[in-house]
């Protein structure tokens, strides 16, 4: 069992400098019984001192952006991808979009600011926050002008140091035909002084700089309204541009007028010095998103990374009844501009110089602030030995009756408690069914079948792959019901069995809440109701499902019925045992993990239907076994059939070739290599990812079925139609060719392998033997 259960819910909303600073910190030193959550939107987080960096292509963009899930990875923290549109401090939970609320015992925010979009037509500009929306635009900016080098002005919005950086990162970037005039770049500000509230010096290097480049500024031209013919000022005058872009005042996030929390006149979170909301205990706030009662401080990426170590110790003073520490802003820093090229304007005390040399130094600063987060050993997360136990947390094992870091029950002394299974399960909405007819509080389920149809039933249990419990609800619940899908069935009711580590009972019910939640949420989508179940505790969150559905008699589509000339059509990407490993080790990008994520969620429902109007002679789901495992299952016993595979239509997860070639297996991978023994020429595979791939187990894999040649690119228009981008036709089944008959080995290799190929040629062409 865990050796310090959780007793208390830390949940961070948003992956600012100083959230990422907390998470680092903790991955250093946790705090055992309290459980850290981060609520992100986004996977990955920019590093607001190097996004000119990336405009003017000084860095690629994994290197200027935090990636939070691999930091969460390391800190022990379980990740949440959701934006937050509410929250209720009286009753301690956060409202967030799409998906149930979540509950918390301390609250930290870091949510940032975004431009002020206030001006009549901001729909025809872009803000350069959210940073990843504004790169994509710029790429895709970018590439238009290379293809199309027409005329083109940029117009940037915004006379304060992140304005003036993006215009002079921008005309770097475009610097050639800037030069020649084709492209120009202007600088737009209401006031006199750019950058805005820096002193002379400074701004006389900047004007320099801006000049060098060719940026033509704008002062004290006041914007009335945007159009799609570009800017017009309080005198009505008309600045013609292609592209405006907004680097305006910072504007607090607007859900957080309707959030209880004290609130300063333009709608930040009122803190003291202590980081703490103003009258109330329980919720933090840090960043462009806090604002000092005493004295409001510029909305300035520098403090933010300040405020990130107290943070971290208030926090836990928080959760520990300890002394909490103050924060002093400094009142001097050295500042330092990027310039477009490796050059920029370093700034203190009034005194300012440019050059090579003030960049080197800023790049070398950022660089050391990035490698806090990247060069974190996950391991590090797991060693909690020795560590306190929160103090004012104690009564609860006193209510208990017993320590929760003693031995647990196992046996039916495992079970979840009566009082906190009741309470999450009166949270769950309401379920109806035509063929339920009593379940979840009984005993048993009771269901009335229809005549003359036929119950399929399938079981299938999940170690979460995932931190997120309402995510790994919903996986789980898909998981299960894709069994069902691939025999044609319709589902009607579910039974969970649910396993949770142990814990305060308040987190269990939270965590059975999520985990059931995100189930009913999938299984609701699919017209099956949650009949009952069983919970207990254990090592790790697991979450099963025993599913039961319907079918037409001679309306089954069975998992051996291959026939000679049949395609084989595979509807997701492979790779997401081999993604989940690397992730499991800190070693994946964040946004491959999102990526796969995003294709198990996709339900086989919509597949299976397809293909049974496209008459599949087979169909299973490829899971556990892989892909090959999967397919050889489908082959059976039949001695007259072959099945070739083409490696260069197999759909690949981004990411899976590179965690497979540096070896990051899923646990089930060796096993599932010894079906590799059943393909005829293994040796032309052997030096690409694919290879490897075809055992790679999968979570929430798609369908693979065998479909008539003739119909098999309607088939495949049909499912590209219905949203699932990934499939392709990656194989064939043919006849055993009569020379290959006479190799009395050819029955235990019926699988040949391609690098390339036509599908069409393999049904129509006798290929040599496989020797």
Not at 65 to 89: S, V
Not at 428 to 436: A, N, T
Not at 702 to 725: D, K, M, N, S, T
């Amino acid at each position: 069992m865990q050796a310090h259960p959780n007793y208390q819910d830390l949940v961070l909303v948003g992956g600012g400098h100083a959230h990422a600073i907390v998470l680092q910190m903790w991955a250093m030193n946790p705090l055992p019984g309290a459980r850290l959550t981060l609520v992100s939107p986004q996977i990955q987080t920019p590093y607001s001192g190097m996004v000119p960096g990336l405009i003017a292509g000084h860095y690629e963009f994994d290197q200027t952006h935090i990636d939070l899930m691999r930091l969460c990875r390391a800190a022990g923290a379980r990740f949440i991808r959701a934006a937050a549109e509410h929250i209720d401090p009286v009753r301690r939970r956060i409202h967030l979009q799409g998906r149930p609320e979540l509950e918390y015992d301390l609250l930290s925010l870091d949510v940032g600011s975004t431009p002020v979009q206030n001006l009549p037509g901001a729909e025809h500009a872009t803000p350069i926050k959210p940073v990843g929306r504004f790169y994509a635009r710029w790429q895709s900016l970018q590439q238009r002008l290379r293809e199309n080098p027409t005329p083109t002005s940029l117009g940037v919005v915004g006379g304060g140091a992140g304005g003036c950086e993006l215009a002079m990162a921008l005309a770097w970037a475009l610097r050639e035909p800037v030069e020649t005039g084709a492209v120009q770049v202007h600088l737009i500000h209401s006031g006199e002084q750019i950058p805005q509230g820096y002193p002379p010096m400074a701004r006389r290097q900047v004007a320099r700089e801006m000049t060098r480049l060719g940026v033509h500024v704008h002062r004290n031209w006041k914007v009335s309204a945007i159009t799609a013919e570009g800017l017009v000022s309080d005198s009505g005058e008309l600045l013609q541009l292609d592209e405006v872009l907004l680097c305006t005042p910072a504007g607090a996030p607007a859900w957080l007028a309707n959030s209880e929390l004290e609130l300063d006149q333009r709608g930040f979170v009122l803190v003291d010095t202590q980081l703490r909301a103003l009258g109330q205990p329980t919720v933090f706030a840090v960043g462009d998103v806090a604002s000092f009662a005493a004295s409001p401080l510029p909305k300035a990426g520098v403090y933010a990374v300040r405020q990130g170590p107290v943070l971290f110790h208030n926090l836990r003073a928080a959760l520990t009844n300890r002394p909490m520490r103050q924060y002093r802003p400094q009142q001097r820093f050295l500042s330092l501009l990027s310039c477009g090229g490796r050059r920029a304007v370093a700034v203190r005390n009034g005194l300012a110089f440019a050059g090579e040399l003030p960049w080197r130094w800023k790049d070398a600063i950022d660089q050391k602030f990035m490698h806090r987060f990247s060069d974190l050993p996950v391991s590090m997360s797991e060693s909690t030995a020795g560590a306190a136990q929160p103090r004012h947390r104690q009564s609860i094992d006193q209510r208990e009756g017993v320590s929760l870091a003693a031995m647990r029950c196992n046996g039916c002394g495992a079970k979840i408690g009566a009082g906190v299974l009741s309470a999450a399960l009166r949270r769950l909405p309401r379920q109806q069914s035509r063929y339920l007819l009593r379940g979840a509080g009984d005993d048993a389920a009771v269901m009335e079948l229809p005549p003359g149809q036929l119950l399929v039933q399938s079981s299938d249990q999940l170690r979460a792959p995932v931190s997120d419990p309402w995510l790994c609800g919903r996986l789980a619940a898909l998981h299960a019901l894709s069994d069902l899908f691939a025999m044609h069935a319709q589902p009607i009711a579910a039974q969970a069995l649910v396993t949770l580590p142990a814990a305060a009972a308040e987190l269990t019910q939270r965590d059975l809440y999520q985990l059931l939640r995100g189930a009913v949420y999938e299984l609701n989508r699919h017209h099956c109701v949650l009949s009952g179940g069983h919970s207990a505790e254990g090592t790790d969150l697991q979450l099963g499902f025993t599913v039961n559905g319907l079918a037409q008699p001679g309306g089954v589509v069975e998992k051996t019925g291959l026939r000679a000339g049949d395609c084989l059509i595979l509807t997701k990407p492979l790779g997401v045992g081999t993604i989940f490993a690397a992730e499991g080790q800190g070693q994946a990008q964040g946004r491959w993990v999102a990526r796969a994520i995003d294709s198990m969620l996709q339900s086989n429902d919509t597949a299976a239907r397809v293909f049974a109007a496209h008459s599949a002679h087979a169909m299973t789901d490829v899971t556990g076994f892989g892909l090959l495992g999967h397919l050889l299952e489908m082959l059976g016993d039949r001695v007259d059939l072959r099945v070739t595979l083409i490696a260069d239509r197999l759909p690949l997860l981004e990411g899976a070739a590179y965690c497979i070639e540096q070896g990051w297996l899923s646990s089930l991978a060796p096993q599932n290599a010894e079906a590799m023994d059943r393909i005829a020429n293994p040796r032309e595979w052997q030096c690409i990812p694919q290879a490897a791939l075809l055992i790679d187990p999968q979570t929430c894999g798609g369908l693979l079925a065998a479909v008539p040649a003739a119909g098999a690119e309607a088939c495949l228009r049909e499912l590209h139609q219905a949203g699932l981008e990934s499939a392709a036709i990656v194989g064939c089944v043919t006849e055993i060719n009569q020379a290959d008959r006479e190799d009395d080995t050819s029955n235990q290799r019926p699988v040949r392998l391609l690098r390339s190929g036509d599908w069409r040629q393999l049904l129509t062409h006798n290929y040599p033997p496989s020797r």
